[in-house]
């Protein structure tokens, strides 16, 4: 299959300008992770990059604030921006940190449980989106994420964990103090 048919069927699905960009953050998604995070992960201080790769998300939202989300590389930057900072290291150092610090079974039910109420917040969210959007615009929008990455970068730089270069034991004794679980 050349690359050619791939873009062929993508136009024969009808997919919507909403869809290439799912697929456009995914894909910068996925090289973050593999060019960055994974062959750096153990050898650069994981909070610092933590809070560097919040930035970049916040920054990729704070642009729209500014500048019309109608201007194209405006979309690009928020999406590409959004994309690879997140898989840089905000993504896969949470997941490493979930792994970590906490033993299966709390994990698998405090994850399920943070997930269910996140995508139930997220459902009523998205009832409320078009209405900001439609009244305030997209920069409301653009506003709330970029604070959210603002809190990120300080949470995850001050008080996310300093697990790098110790066992799994030493983790556990230092976030747990002293006893583990």
Known sequence: MSSWDIIRRFDEAKLTSAHYRYILWFITAIIGVVAVYMPL???LDRNVMYAVSAAICGLSFALPIFLPFSIL?????????FGFGHGMWLWPQTRVWST?????????????FAWSWMRF???VWSLVVPTIIAVIGYKAIAAVATTFFILNIIIGY????RS???SLEEVLRDFYGGKIP
């Open 41 to 43: 992960s153990d050898k």
């Open 73 to 81: 590389w405006v979309a690009l930057f928020n999406v590409i921006g």
């Open 100 to 112: 970590e610090l906490f033993p299966t079974e709390v994990r698998n039910s405090a994850q399920g």
């Open 121 to 123: 917040a997220l459902g």
């Open 158 to 161: 001050l008080y996310g964990p």
């Open 164 to 166: 790098q270069g110790k």
